[in-house]
């Protein structure tokens, strides 16, 4: 019926093949300004205007200097719309002489004479946005090219031979095949041209600047060039010459710097902070501030370890301390979310590559149902040749964009985990320097250099595998339905077969977690006790104390080892149990579907052992996930906890950018006392002083009397318990 009512429409041709060759493949002149045609324009109209709609609340400011490839872009546009509109103005000629018009002459020219002024538009509008290679007007022409031949090939063998192929075909539209023919290849020849422009980039934004010596050409590639890695080609053809050295490397794209990611990350996080708790937050019976993350940094960092009370803090530093103040502090109020607000700052590109992983998906059990067709038609002599190789063509061609998309999926995934590692190292760096001295008593070194070095690692890693929570059940979900559709209710047992496997790999989950906890403690305990011993290296050689402490050492470490010793047991155990999983799937539905009776032929054997082999993937990948999810988990916690601890108040010290220019004061202190810490009795107490500028001021005192306390006061480093402390910045060194 459907098919009726298509050559109905597409009189006198028909919608597929001609009728003297309907055993063969072959494309109409219907079915070309219609199927293809429409299916063109309207992918060109939607992402179109979605494009129009994200580049129009963008901040660029930079365009394209009108260059020559553009203007052979818009040239070579006009000439196709220009064959469109001849088209248009034959079929409108045809009608008023009263001759016959086949319906869809009266939609596909005006349709293609408006969607190639809509590319126009669009190539005009990613020049004044600094766009140099479009993706969709890559594909656009790409497809228009294809277009063009077919209609070509087409034309020429009407021309040549439509008395048999269309015995009815009114002789007007006989006389207007040459007309046909030659306007189809002049439009093909600037379709033609309008891909290959678009496979040029073009010229640098006329604002745009680049201060590398060795720029990364990502940025400046084509976008064939980016879809096929081509622009990485250079480095690894330098790299097979000779080895590569460090000058060979390219700069970071500018997305890609700390100066780019950190701030994103830390808008996004003060963001979590003031919807998590109040702006102050009462602990230990004193009002605290917390500081915005975007504050400038400190020009110092702790205070020496010479100062008055330093003693006391070093012993509280070494030891865990008492931590119920801070503690206090970050339990008001709900907890902030580090995993949101990671995901509003990179989750863009990161969602980008899961539509890419989705097709992936997706193309991968097109294989299958092409093999299934391709067997069947081995089987049948009676099909004609064509479908052999439209089947061949078709599994090689699935192939090759599920690995493009594939590809593109892993390319994303690391580059927003290289992000994620950067963020989260910068943000881990800049709060180390911006702890109070009673949140550095819970904070050792070793934990710092972990979070840095271990933790941020996880998030990387992790970037890769997450997909796999959807991903994973989407192809076992598909996978047993096909197998359903094949094996019948013998699936079912391969299906029991893996529910039987989760409780097992769930305890082992919860099992790892625990492990990875323990490590992590053993891993800080380690590294604060290296810390230590290299730091007091010159008292452990003098006192000869290096066996005692290197068996300290070697106890921790050997806690470690086994820990990590039972997380690899246990990681091998859901691994084996993963890797069988696929195998005994696959012997428990062939045993259940002989033993019901039915015949295992050929096409159900080989379809089900393509399915079974995409089983496999999924139930090999959920260890590693479950392995990762819980990693990263345990790092999640202890960043969140770390960046939740408490900041100097910046406040307490005043910086003036500039002093009255009769005034030489340069640092004011009027009646202040300080303290280390809100538990800690003031060690500094009514301090009054002026210093003028140009002067050379001397500290001078015994041991423990405050010197380096009141050095570290006047950099903002002790909590000032009142009075006034005002320094001019710029001018003033300790």
């Not at 095949?177 to 980039?201: D, Y």
């Not at 260890?623 to 770390?642: D, G, Q, Y």
Request: proline residues 5%; positive net charge; glycine residues 6%.
């Amino acid at each position: 019926m459907a098919v009726n009512a298509l050559d109905d429409f597409c009189k006198p041709y028909t919608f597929w093949s001609p009728p003297a060759v309907r055993d063969v493949v072959d494309f109409t002149p219907c079915f070309e300004d219609t199927a293809i045609i429409w299916g063109t324009c309207a992918f060109l109209w939607l992402f179109g205007a979605l494009r129009f709609m994200v580049t129009n609340v963008s901040n660029e400011s930079s365009f394209i200097f009108l260059s020559k490839l553009h203007k052979l872009k818009i040239l070579s546009g006009l000439g196709v719309a220009v064959c469109a509109g001849i088209q248009l103005g034959a079929t409108i000629y045809h009608f008023d002489k009263g001759g016959t018009i086949p319906h869809f002459y009266y939609i596909s020219s005006p349709l293609i004479f408006l969607t190639v002024l809509f590319a126009l538009l669009l190539t005009e509008w990613d020049r004044r946005r600094g766009v140099r290679s479009s993706g969709l007007l890559f594909f656009f022409w790409f497809f228009m090219t294809v277009y063009g031949i077919l209609g070509v090939r087409t034309w020429s063998i009407l021309f040549a031979d439509s008395d048999r192929l269309y015995p009815n075909l009114p002789q007007p539209e006989v006389n207007s095949g040459m007309l046909q023919f030659v306007v189809r290849c002049v439009m093909l020849f600037f379709s033609l041209l309008s891909f290959i422009f678009s496979t040029i980039p073009d010229q640098r934004p006329l604002y745009s600047v680049d201060s590398d010596v060795n720029p990364c050409p990502e940025i400046q590639a084509s976008f064939l060039s980016q879809l096929s890695f081509w622009w990485i080609n250079d480095l690894i053809r330098l790299g097979y010459k000779r080895a590569l050295e460090n000058s060979d490397l390219w700069a970071l794209n500018p997305q890609d710097r700390c100066n780019s990611l950190g701030p994103k990350f830390e808008r996004y996080w003060q963001e979590e902070l003031d919807a998590a708790q109040p702006r102050h937050a009462v602990s230990g019976g004193k009002t605290r501030r917390h500081v915005n993350e975007s504050t400038p940094l400190l020009g110092s960092q702790s205070k020496a370890s010479g100062t008055f009370g330093s003693a006391d803090d070093t012993e509280s530093l070494l030891s865990h301390g008492d931590d119920k103040a801070t503690e206090v502090d970050v339990a008001s109020g709900k907890n902030p979310s580090l995993v949101r607000a990671l995901s509003k700052a990179f989750g863009g590109p990161f969602i980008r590559g899961a539509l890419y992983k989705l097709v992936q998906d997706l193309l991968t059990f097109v294989s299958p149902l092409v093999l299934e067709l391709l067997i069947g038609f081995t089987e049948d002599p009676d099909q004609p040749s064509w479908k052999g190789y439209f089947y061949a063509a078709l599994m090689v061609g699935t192939a090759l964009v599920q690995s493009v998309f594939l590809q593109q999926y892993f390319h994303v995934c690391f580059t927003v985990g290289m992000r994620l590692r950067s963020a989260v190292i910068n943000a881990v760096y800049k709060k180390a320097l911006r702890l109070s001295n009673a949140a550095r008593k819970q904070s050792t070194q070793g934990e710092i250099v972990n979070l840095m070095s271990v933790d941020a690692q996880r998030f990387m890693d992790i970037c890769t595998y997450l997909n796999m929570l959807w991903s994973a059940p989407l192809q076992i979900g598909l996978s047993l339905f096909f197998l359903w559709q094949t094996m019948g209710p013998a699936v079912l047992t391969g299906l029991g077969v893996m529910i039987c496997m989760i409780p097992l790999n769930m305890a082992i989950a919860i099992k790892t977690r625990k492990l990875q906890v323990r490590q992590m403690q053993e891993k800080d305990a380690r590294i604060k006790m290296m810390n230590e011993v290299l730091n007091g290296i010159k008292v452990i050689k003098l006192y000869a104390w290096e066996r005692s402490f290197l068996q300290l050492v070697g106890d921790i470490r050997e806690k470690e080892l086994k820990v990590i010793k039972s997380t690899a047991y246990l990681n091998a155990a859901s691994s084996f149990s993963w890797m069988m999983a696929p195998f005994l799937v696959a012997l428990a539905t062939f045993g259940t579907y002989i033993a019901q009776g039915n015949d295992l032929t050929p096409t159900k054997a080989f379809v089900a052992l393509s399915l079974f082999n995409i089983l496999r993937f999924p139930l090999t990948m959920l260890p590693f996930l479950i392995s990762n999810i819980v990693e990263a988990s345990v790092s999640t916690k202890r960043l969140t906890k770390f960046l939740r601890l408490e900041e100097l108040d910046l406040t307490a010290v005043e910086r003036a950018p500039e002093m009255p220019a009769s005034n030489r004061e340069v640092i004011r202190v009027r009646g202040a006392s300080f303290r280390w810490g809100p538990e800690d009795p003031i060690c500094l107490q009514d301090i009054n002083m002026n210093l003028d500028s140009p002067s050379l001021i001397a500290v001078v005192g015994q041991v423990g009397s405050g010197k380096s306390s009141l050095m570290s006061a006047l950099l903002g480093e002790m909590e000032k318990v009142s009075g006034s402390v005002s320094v001019k910045v710029r001018t003033t060194l300790f």
